[in-house]
Each structure stands twice: as structure tokens, then as C-alpha cells.
């Protein structure tokens, strides 16, 4: 190969780099999406995630009501538009029956992956799966168990703690204490979902205290079985188990 068609070829590898280059998907404006409620619920929850005044937003309420997806889009195009350099995704290591990470093999990462599928899942509608994979080892995006808060600070970052349900007290006293400059903590659950007894539940807890005190910052949206918009069957299930 000539010494001229070789710099072609090396050229037109770095264009096809570029066109995958994380930075310029992340800031591209035309990739920036809005954001559609389905519900009242919805609608209320996303005004509240958007008002950059509310540092700390809690949503509690039945299955299907959208309150973890909401939460995720927003945080994602708050990325994309570089109002945040860092989504950091967690919850409790619980599962049901009890079941614990450490029974997984493989690194934390992928031992919190099966936990973190559905925030993962609202990732994938906006990039390639090799893309997070990439922004996962490049510590864009963080997959980290709620044991492993303490002591850290979170710094241009929108927190996603799922399933907080399952959380203790002193977990979600931690978790929203890591809470540093230019970031952001949404806390999503269940309350009719926990594994915890209601005195040892750590939303259960959140929510009380707030229900009492009128705080600047942190605001809590409760939805309800008239938000549920993932199937209509969902309402009759939860109709049975009440």
C-alpha cells in the first residue's frame, strides 16, 4: 500500500472512531429527546425532577406507575446535555426470597447487573449496548451496590437508587448524605413490594420525616394505581394482592 493511500485508510478510521467518540454522542443536540408523561403522576414527577431547585426527589408507588423510568430519562438527558458528567445507578443488594449478590459470579458489576436491569434497560433505548459497556469501564456510568456509599461524595452526577423499599433507615440516611456539588439524587420505590418490616424500612422512614418537616431541596411524589400505565392488567394484580 502507497504511502498516500495508507494516510486514507488511517484517516477514515479515525472519521468511523469519531462517529462513535462518547463525548460527541453524549453532546450531540439532536440526539437530545423529550420526555412524554402518560399520567398526571408522571407529569407532576418529571416537573419535580426538572426543577433544578430539588436536589433530592423521592417517588413512591405501585408497580407500573413509571416512577423509575421517569427518573431514568430524565438523568439521561440531563447527560446528554452535559448538565451532568456521571450517572451513578444503585440499590439495595436484596432480591426476592432474599437472594444476595454474592452468589453471582464475576466482578461487582456483574454481580449487580441482574439488580440494575431495569435502569439498564431505559439505558439501551439511547445507546448501544457496547457504548455503556465502554462508559461503564470508563466510569461514566457506575453500577455500585448501596453497601458501598459510605464515605464517598458525588460530585456532577445524577444518583438513581431503585427498589429503596428494601433499604434500612441508616441506608438512606447514607445514601442521601453522599450527596456533593452539581448533583442530584432520585429515590424510587415500593412501598407494597418491601422485604423489610415497615419499622426497619428505610422509604417508609424517608417519607414520614418529610410528610413532618417542610425541607428546601428535597421533595417527595407519591403516585398512585391511576399513574399505572405499563399494562392495564397490572391495576387487577395488585387489585388481588392488596
Request: aromatic share 4%; glycine share 6%; proline share 5%.
Given at each position: 500500500?502507497?504511502?498516500?493511500?495508507?494516510?486514507?485508510?488511517?484517516?477514515?478510521?479515525?472519521?468511523?472512531?469519531?462517529?462513535?467518540?462518547?463525548?460527541?454522542?453524549?453532546?450531540?443536540?439532536?440526539?437530545?429527546?423529550?420526555?412524554?408523561?402518560?399520567?398526571?403522576?408522571?407529569?407532576?414527577?418529571?416537573?419535580?425532577?426538572?426543577?433544578?431547585?430539588?436536589?433530592?426527589?423521592?417517588?413512591?408507588?405501585?408497580?407500573?406507575?413509571?416512577?423509575?423510568?421517569?427518573?431514568?430519562?430524565?438523568?439521561?438527558?440531563?447527560?446528554?446535555?452535559?448538565?451532568?458528567?456521571?450517572?451513578?445507578?444503585?440499590?439495595?443488594?436484596?432480591?426476592?426470597?432474599?437472594?444476595?449478590?454474592?452468589?453471582?459470579?464475576?466482578?461487582?458489576?456483574?454481580?449487580?447487573?441482574?439488580?440494575?436491569?431495569?435502569?439498564?434497560?431505559?439505558?439501551?433505548?439511547?445507546?448501544?449496548?457496547?457504548?455503556?459497556?465502554?462508559?461503564?469501564?470508563?466510569?461514566?456510568?457506575?453500577?455500585?451496590?448501596?453497601?458501598?456509599?459510605?464515605?464517598?461524595?458525588?460530585?456532577?452526577?445524577?444518583?438513581?437508587?431503585?427498589?429503596?423499599?428494601?433499604?434500612?433507615?441508616?441506608?438512606?440516611?447514607?445514601?442521601?448524605?453522599?450527596?456533593?456539588?452539581?448533583?442530584?439524587?432520585?429515590?424510587?420505590?415500593d412501598i407494597e413490594q418491601t422485604d423489610r418490616k415497615v419499622q426497619d424500612n428505610g422509604l417508609v422512614d424517608i417519607v414520614d420525616r418529610l410528610?413532618?418537616?417542610?425541607?428546601?431541596?428535597?421533595?417527595?411524589?407519591?403516585?398512585?394505581?391511576?399513574?399505572?400505565?405499563?399494562?392495564?392488567?397490572?391495576?387487577?394484580?395488585?387489585?388481588?394482592?392488596?
Amino acid at each position: 500500500m502507497s504511502r498516500n493511500r495508507a494516510a486514507k485508510a488511517q484517516k477514515r478510521i479515525v472519521q468511523v472512531e469519531n462517529t462513535i467518540n462518547f463525548n460527541q454522542v453524549v453532546k450531540n443536540p439532536k440526539r437530545i429527546f423529550d420526555i412524554i408523561p402518560k399520567s398526571l403522576g408522571q407529569e407532576q414527577l418529571l416537573l419535580k425532577l426538572q426543577d433544578k431547585s430539588n436536589h433530592i426527589v423521592v417517588a413512591v408507588g405501585p408497580a407500573g406507575t413509571g416512577k423509575t423510568y421517569i427518573a431514568m430519562q430524565n438523568a439521561i438527558k440531563d447527560f446528554k446535555q452535559g448538565l451532568v458528567k456521571k450517572l451513578i445507578l444503585t440499590r439495595p443488594a436484596v432480591g426476592v426470597e432474599d437472594e444476595r449478590h454474592g452468589f453471582l459470579p464475576g466482578n461487582i458489576v456483574a454481580k449487580m447487573e441482574p439488580w440494575t436491569r431495569p435502569l439498564l434497560d431505559v439505558l439501551k433505548e439511547h445507546y448501544h449496548p457496547r457504548d455503556i459497556i465502554s462508559m461503564i469501564d470508563d466510569g461514566v456510568v457506575e453500577i455500585s451496590p448501596l453497601a458501598f456509599m459510605r464515605g464517598r461524595t458525588f460530585k456532577d452526577s445524577w444518583v438513581i437508587a431503585d427498589e429503596m423499599q428494601n433499604a434500612t433507615p441508616g441506608q438512606v440516611k447514607m445514601l442521601l448524605t453522599r450527596i456533593g456539588e452539581n448533583s442530584r439524587i432520585a429515590v424510587t420505590g415500593d412501598i407494597e413490594q418491601t422485604d423489610r418490616k415497615v419499622q426497619d424500612n428505610g422509604l417508609v422512614d424517608i417519607v414520614d420525616r418529610l410528610h413532618k418537616a417542610n425541607l428546601l431541596g428535597i421533595v417527595v411524589q407519591e403516585m398512585t394505581r391511576k399513574d399505572i400505565k405499563r399494562h392495564p392488567i397490572i391495576d387487577s394484580i395488585l387489585s388481588v394482592y392488596q
